[in-house]
C-alpha cells in the first residue's frame, strides 16, 4: 500500500474570522480520509502563536462541539513562532498544507507566500489570486476590466475621513447615494459591514468599517435576489468546473450578515436556485468560472453575486470559502455529487500537481 499523505491543516489565525477558521478547521479535521491521510491539526492563537497540540484529534472526535486553544492556555502547549513552526513542517516531513484559515494573514497570499518560500504544497490558490481576492476593491477593478458587472463603488480611507468626513458623505450621496453598503477593504465573514440608510447611520457604520480596515469600500445598495456559486478548480490548463448555485434567503437580518451565515435556520438557502430560470443559472456559473479565472485562483472558489432587473453584479470572490456545517461550498459539492472528504482529498491533490507543476529558478 502507498505510504500515507502528512497533511496539516492550519486554523485560526490572528483576524476577526479566527472563530470560523477554527470551525472550518475542524470540521476538516474530521472529515479527512485518515486512510489516506496522517492528519496533523495546526492552531494559531489570536495573538499569533503557532500550536501543534497532540491529542486534539482525539479531542475533536469525542463529541460534535468545537475545539479551539485560547492563548490563555497555549503556554501550556509549547507554542512556537512561525520560523520554527515551518522547520517543524519541514522536519516532520509535511507533504501538504491544507489551509483553513479566512480572511487577512490567512486568505490573503500571506501564508501561502510563507508556504512557497518553505517549499510546501498549500490547498488553494496562490499568492497573487488570494490577496487580490481579499482585497475587495483591487477584485472589482479586475471583475469590471475584464467585463464582469458590479456595483456601483468607491473607497475612501481613514485619512480621507478624518481630514473632511462631510466631503466623503457628500462624495457618497453624490455618486453612489442611499442606502449604501460599507466594508472593510479586507475582511470577510460580513465582519463590519453594514448597510446605510442615511448620512446619520452612514457615520457610525463607517467608524465601525474602520475598526476593521484603514479603507473602506461603499458600493450602492442593489436590492435583489442574492446567490453564490461554488468553482472546483483544476490543474494544468484545465478548465475549472462551476457546482450547483445556491439562493441565498436570509430569513431574521436585512442581508447575509455575521448572524445569518452562521445561527443555523437564520438563512434559507436553495441548491439550485428556485426563483431563477435555467437560463440565468448558466450565466451565474459562468459568471462564477469567469471571476475565478479573472483572479487566476486555484482549487477552490466562491464568487457572491446579486440579481436585479436581469442583471448579474458580482460582489466578490472567495478563495477560502467557509467549510461549517452550514457553509455553502460543502453543500453545493454535495449537490454536484461530490462527498465532502473526497472534496478535501480532491483539493490536497490538486495542491500536489500545482506544486509539481510549477517553474522555479533554474540556470540562468
Ligand atoms: N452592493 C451590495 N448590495 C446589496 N447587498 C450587499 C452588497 N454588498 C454586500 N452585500 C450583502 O453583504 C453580504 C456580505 O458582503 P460580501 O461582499 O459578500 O462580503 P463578505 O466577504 O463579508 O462575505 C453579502 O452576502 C450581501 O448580503
Ligand atoms: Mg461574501
Redesign the pocket.
Given at each position: 500500500m502507498a505510504s500515507k499523505i502528512n497533511v496539516a491543516v492550519l486554523m485560526g489565525g490572528r483576524t476577526a474570522e479566527h472563530e470560523v477558521s477554527i470551525k472550518t478547521g475542524n470540521i476538516i479535521v474530521k472529515a479527512l480520509d485518515k486512510n489516506k491521510y496522517n492528519v496533523k491539526p495546526v492552531i494559531i492563537t489570536k495573538q499569533g502563536k503557532w500550536l501543534l497540540p497532540d491529542g486534539y484529534i482525539k479531542a475533536l472526535e469525542k463529541d460534535d462541539k468545537t475545539y479551539d486553544i485560547p492563548d490563555t492556555q497555549a503556554s501550556e502547549i509549547a507554542p512556537v513562532n512561525t520560523g520554527m513552526a515551518l522547520d517543524k513542517a519541514v522536519d516532520e516531513k509535511v507533504d501538504v498544507v491544507f489551509i483553513a484559515m479566512h480572511g487577512p494573514l490567512g486568505e490573503d497570499g500571506t501564508v501561502q507566500g510563507l508556504l512557497e518560500l518553505a517549499d510546501i504544497p498549500y490547498t488553494g490558490s496562490g499568492v497573487l489570486a488570494s490577496s487580490l481576492a481579499m482585497n475587495?476593491f483591487m477584485s472589482r477593478k479586475m471583475f469590471e476590466y475584464e467585463g464582469l458587472l458590479v456595483?456601483k463603488g468607491a473607497v475612501f480611507n481613514v485619512w480621507q475621513w478624518e481630514k473632511d468626513s462631510n466631503k466623503v458623505i457628500s462624495q457618497v450621496e453624490n455618486n453612489i447615494g442611499f442606502p449604501c453598503?460599507l466594508?472593510p477593504e479586507e475582511?470577510?465573514?460580513?465582519?463590519g459591514?453594514s448597510i446605510a440608510r442615511d448620512s446619520e447611520s452612514f457615520k457610525k457604520d463607517f467608524q465601525k468599517a474602520l475598526r476593521y480596515s484603514n479603507e473602506v469600500l461603499i458600493?450602492?445598495?442593489?436590492k435583489g435576489l442574492?446567490v453564490t456559486c461554488a468553482v472546483l478548480g483544476d490543474t494544468g490548463g484545465k478548465e475549472p468546473i462551476p457546482l450547483v448555485p445556491t439562493q441565498i434567503v436570509p430569513v431574521t437580518s436585512d442581508?447575509?450578515d455575521y448572524k445569518a451565515k452562521y445561527t443555523p435556520g437564520a438563512t434559507e438557502e436553495i441548491t439550485p436556485p428556485i426563483d431563477v430560470d435555467q437560463n440565468m443559472i448558466k450565466r451565474i456559473q459562468e459568471t462564477a468560472v469567469k471571476a475565478h479565472k479573472v483572479l487566476g485562483c486555484g482549487g477552490m472558489s466562491r464568487t457572491?453575486m446579486?440579481i436585479r432587473d436581469n442583471k448579474l453584479y458580482v460582489?466578490?470572490l472567495n478563495t477560502i470559502p467557509g467549510m461549517t456545517e452550514l457553509s455553502l461550498y460543502p453543500q453545493a459539492a454535495k449537490a454536484a455529487g461530490i462527498e465532502f472528504s473526497d472534496l478535501l482529498s480532491r483539493l490536497i491533490e490538486m495542491a500536489v500537481e500545482t506544486h509539481k507543476n510549477k517553474k522555479r529558478c533554474v540556470d540562468f
Open positions: 475587495k456595483p453598503v466594508k475582511l470577510g465573514s460580513s465582519v459591514i458600493e450602492e445598495f442593489v442574492e442581508f447575509f457572491d446579486i460582489l466578490e
